[in-house]
Each structure stands twice: as C-alpha cells, then as structure tokens.
C-alpha cells in the first residue's frame, strides 16, 4: 500500500435541519451515547464508498430518521483540536423542511434526536457545533435572500401576512415592515409567477379580509 508522506485527516459531514417551531427557527440535534458526550448536530464520518452528498443523506437518516435530498454546502470546519479523538475535517449543510415531515428517530450513537428552538439551544454543543450552527443560521439567511426557499414552509392557502411571518422567522429582520414585505412579494414571487392569488379570502385581527395564494405548480 502506498505511503504517504503527510498524515491525512478524517473527513466527515454535519447537517443543520432547520424548520419553524411555533413561529420560530428550529433545529435538530442530537444526545450523543458515546464520547464526546452532550447535544450535536447530527453527522459523521464520509466512507471509502460514497460522496460528501451521500454521506451526509446518511448520517442524517441514520442518526434521526429524516431523509432529505435538498441539502446546501455553506463551510467547512478544519480546527485542528476540534475533534478530541482525531483530525477531522467536517463539511457543512443545512436544510430545511416543514416541521410535520421532521419525524425524529434517534439511531446508530444518538440516545436522543429533538427540535430545539435556536433561542433554547443548550448551554454547551459538542465539538465546534455552536460554530457550525451559528454560520449555517448566515446562510440560511443568505439563500433566502437569493432562492424562494422559504416556499418550501407554506401550508396552502396562506395570506401574504403569514408568508411575512415565516421570512422573519428564518431571519429575514429587513421585512418587518409590512409595506417592505409586500413590496418584495409582489416583485419576486407574484410578479415572478411563484406564487398566484387563489379564491377565498382570511380575515386576519382587525383588518380587512386578506388574500390567499398558492404555489404555482
């Protein structure tokens, strides 16, 4: 077998599963059985087999139960004492999918799988997963701004105000404003052909009855 002359580091993979929790983001973590102990984000190692893709669809399955194939890379983490066991080399993703299709099953070194809201994460991550969490909420953030990726949260019909709500949720703090949020609905998702007005109307509070859409198929 061919030697190396340089050592060479594990790589694995981490995947943030994001999703809204009583009108706020949420992720899933996992109680780890086997040192380093505590709550993780849920990964592991990449096999001789398989790409980064591929393994980190596995982990994430294995370790709570939820398939997904909309995955996004945003990092990777190098620390070289980020690991207490060895040099582990992580790449990140995140995805994001209604809560009614996280049904969490802890498996393979997870005792434990739960949605946590990001307000009440808790105290100490392992690893650098606090890290990892923190850069993976930037770029959720960031592909909203770019990708109707929020779409994918809605429950039709819906009311353009319940569509504001689900962008702030995700960290969208520059459509607060109604007027700002309408504006960029009407330019990016009616005006786009997203999303269309369907029939029926909600009253919401004191306002006037509001329009409903869907998404265009």
């Not at 009583?22 to 380093?36: F, G, H, K, T």
């Not at 709570?64 to 990777?76: A, H, I, S």
């Not at 105290?123 to 909420?137: G, Y």
């Given at each position: 077998m061919y030697e190396y002359e340089f050592p060479r580091p594990s790589v694995a993979t981490d995947v943030c599963i994001?999703?809204?929790?009583?009108?706020?983001?949420?992720?899933?973590?996992?109680?780890?059985?086997?040192?380093?102990?505590?709550?993780?984000?849920?990964?592991?190692?990449?096999?001789?087999?398989?790409?980064?893709?591929?393994?980190?669809?596995?982990?994430?399955?294995?370790?709570?139960?939820?398939?997904?194939?909309?995955?996004?890379?945003?990092?990777?983490?190098?620390?070289?004492?980020?690991?207490?066991?060895?040099?582990?080399?992580?790449v990140a993703y995140f995805t994001l999918m209604k809560e009614n299709e996280i049904n969490l099953e802890a498996g393979t070194d997870a005792v434990e799988a739960e949605l946590f809201p990001v307000s009440k994460l808790p105290?100490?991550?392992?690893?650098?997963?606090?890290?990892?969490?923190?850069?993976?909420?930037?770029?959720?953030?960031?592909?909203?701004?770019?990708?109707?990726?929020?779409?994918?949260?809605?429950?039709?019909?819906?009311?353009?105000?319940?569509?504001?709500?689900?962008?702030l949720a995700l960290g969208m703090k520059e459509h607060r404003p109604k007027g700002n949020f309408y504006r960029y609905a009407q330019q990016n998702l009616i005006k786009t052909g997203l999303i269309k007005e369907t029939e029926g109307k909600r009253v919401e509070g004191r306002q006037r009855p509001a329009k409903l859409y869907k998404l265009s198929k």
């Open positions: 994001f999703t809204i929790l009583n009108n706020e983001l949420a992720v899933a973590l996992i109680e780890r059985s086997e040192a380093p102990f505590g709550w993780a984000i849920p990964g592991g190692f990449l096999r001789p087999d398989e790409s980064l893709d591929d393994c980190a669809r596995r982990e994430t399955h294995e370790e709570t139960g939820v398939l997904t194939d909309k995955l996004f890379q945003f990092g990777n983490f190098s620390r070289p004492d980020r690991d207490p066991r060895t040099w582990v080399i992580s105290k100490t991550l392992a690893f650098d997963h606090d890290v990892i969490l923190e850069k993976a909420q930037q770029a959720l953030a960031d592909t909203i701004k770019n990708k109707p990726l929020a779409l994918d949260l809605v429950t039709e019909p819906f009311s353009l105000s319940e569509l504001q709500q689900i962008y």
